[in-house]
Antibody
Framework: QVQLQESGPGLVKPSQTLSLTCTVS??????????WSWIRQSAGKGLEWIGR???????DYSPSLKSRVTISVDTSKNHFSLNVSSVTAADAAVYYC?????????????WGKGTTVTVSS | EIVLTQSPVTLSLSPGERATLSCRAS???????LAWYQQKPGQAPRLLLY???NRATGFPDRFSGSGSGTDFTLTISRLEPEDFAVYYC?????????FGPGTTVDFK
């Protein structure tokens, strides 16, 4: 059974780069059946999709974040990563990674537990 | 970019009652691109329905989904205590995912 686990610093200073990793266990990140997504949720708010990456490295990003976001994949470590540059208080959120089906239907069926990121000096 | 709206914002009901949640897209979409999630406090979202009407693993048949075009509905036929949560609809289009703002189902 595939499981996802987010990791990374819980505190980032304004203007710096937020870096998180999602480790995939119980399955290969190289599978052609799935994409791997990042989603965030600010306190008391709804869900915001950040972007997704395929095992081959092809990525798609939310237009609203595209200029500051990079998602990469390391197949040797079976993990994928998120970088958000020039962070502000608006980037403080719970960050989730999720597996998204690459097929007829489009949904995210396996989620990590989430990791909280605070932006403060 | 397609925008999703959900209504009502909050639905206050009692166990045993029927819940009807709406998700509306700003333009017509294929139902294969529409999913619903359930989120409880302090937990990650959990896939509930995909393809607008297909239940995900672990959810009982009191949950059902319907709709087409721009209007989609999640129905919980008889609310159980564990169903009180926030429900989000999600759409895929133009290589990106979009979530609705959510509907909170809480105790009356």
């Amino acid at each position: 059974q595939v499981q996802l686990q987010e990791s990374g610093p819980g505190l980032v200073k304004p203007s710096q780069t937020l870096s998180l990793t999602c480790t995939v266990s119980g399955g290969s990140i190289r599978t052609t059946s799935y994409y791997w997504s990042w989603i965030r949720q600010s306190a008391g708010k709804g869900l915001e999709w950040i972007g997704r990456i395929y095992g081959s490295g092809n990525a798609d990003y939310s237009p609203s974040l595209k200029s500051r976001v990079t998602i990469s994949v390391d197949t040797s470590k079976n993990h994928f990563s998120l970088n958000v540059s020039s962070v502000t208080a608006a980037d403080a959120a719970v960050y989730y990674c999720a597996r998204s089906w690459n097929g007829h239907y489009y949904y995210m069926d396996v989620w990590g537990k989430g990791t909280t990121v605070t932006v403060s000096s | 970019e397609i925008v999703l709206t959900q209504s009502p914002v909050t639905l206050s009901l009692s166990p045993g009652e029927r819940a009807t949640l709406s998700c509306r897209a700003s333009q017509s979409v294929s139902s294969t691109y529409l999913a619903w999630y359930q989120q409880k406090p302090g937990q990650a979202p959990r896939l509930l329905l995909y393809g607008a009407s297909n239940r995900a693993t672990g959810f009982p048949d009191r949950f059902s989904g319907s709709g087409s075009g721009t209007d989609f509905t999640l129905t919980i036929s008889r609310l159980e205590p564990e169903d009180f949560a926030v429900y989000y609809c999600q759409l895929f289009g133009s290589s990106l995912f979009t979530f609705g703002p959510g509907t909170t189902v809480d105790f009356k």
